[in-house]
């Protein structure tokens, strides 16, 4: 496997169900996030671990809880979801450095299409 | 707070014709640019990025030129060809604050761009 991956690709849970997403990168980055991609909305930063700590959370809702054991895994743990959730969640990774650095490329997996029935 | 504004289309053009998608940014410091494209069922891929004023990006045809100026970061194509059928965001990063590591991404609310045989 190379580059971002993301598993499942597609997922339906009901309002009770706990499910997790899966990211994985092979790239040897130091840096993850979780993106929102809803239709006909910008992309929403979710989380952002840097060197496995958690440095941002936007104002995410507690039913959505992301977890880095690791530098090359991200999960995403989802309980009690509802249907405005349905969207198509993104991964990526990036390579930080210190020094003020801006000009990381940030590296995408393909998503998991996620529905909220 | 930092955003990035962009032309939300959809653009319809047919093969060969001129593309230009405007971009304009807010920002305090000094960001990097980025464009992004997006196929369908796939994650975002990086199509050029800038990290300084006057910086043009440049890959597969298309450009961009980073502006301070006019805040902008316009791409354009001279030649669009069915293949570039997509979905295009532009971003900005700028670094972490806090802690003055990392960056985090601001993104526009894409434009998708249709190609016509």
């Known amino acids: 496997e190379t580059g971002v991956t993301q598993t499942p690709r597609h997922l339906v849970m009901g309002m009770t169900n706990k499910k997790s997403l899966k990211c994985e990168q092979h790239l040897g980055h130091n840096a993850m996030y979780w993106y929102k991609q809803s239709a006909k909305k910008p992309l929403e930063l979710m989380f952002v671990?840097?060197?496995?700590?958690?440095?941002e959370n936007n104002s995410v809702p507690s039913r959505f809880s992301p977890e880095c054991p690791n530098s090359s895994h991200l999960f995403l743990h989802l309980h009690t979801l509802q249907p405005e959730d349905s969207a198509l969640y993104l991964c990526?990774?990036?390579?930080?450095?210190?020094?003020?650095?801006?000009?990381?490329?940030?590296?995408f997996g393909p998503g998991t299409r996620l529905t909220v029935l | 707070g930092d955003s990035v504004t962009q032309m939300e289309g959809p653009v319809t053009l047919s093969e060969e014709a001129f593309l230009t998608i405007n971009c304009t940014y807010t920002a305090t410091g000094y960001p990097s640019l980025f464009w992004y494209v997006q196929y369908p069922g796939e994650g975002l891929q990086l199509l050029l990025k800038?990290?300084?004023?006057?910086d043009k990006g440049s890959n597969k045809g298309f450009e961009a030129t980073y502006r301070k100026e006019t805040t902008s970061f316009h791409l354009e194509k001279g030649s669009v060809q069915v293949s570039d059928s997509a979905v295009y965001f532009c971003a900005l990063s700028r670094i972490r604050s806090g802690d003055n590591y990392g960056q985090n991404f601001v993104f526009g609310p894409g434009t998708r761009l249709s190609v016509l045989p």
């Open positions: 671990y840097s060197l496995e700590e958690r440095v």
């Open positions: 990526a990774s990036s390579q930080e450095s210190s020094g003020g650095a801006a000009g990381d490329t940030q590296y």
């Open positions: 800038a990290t300084k004023a006057d």
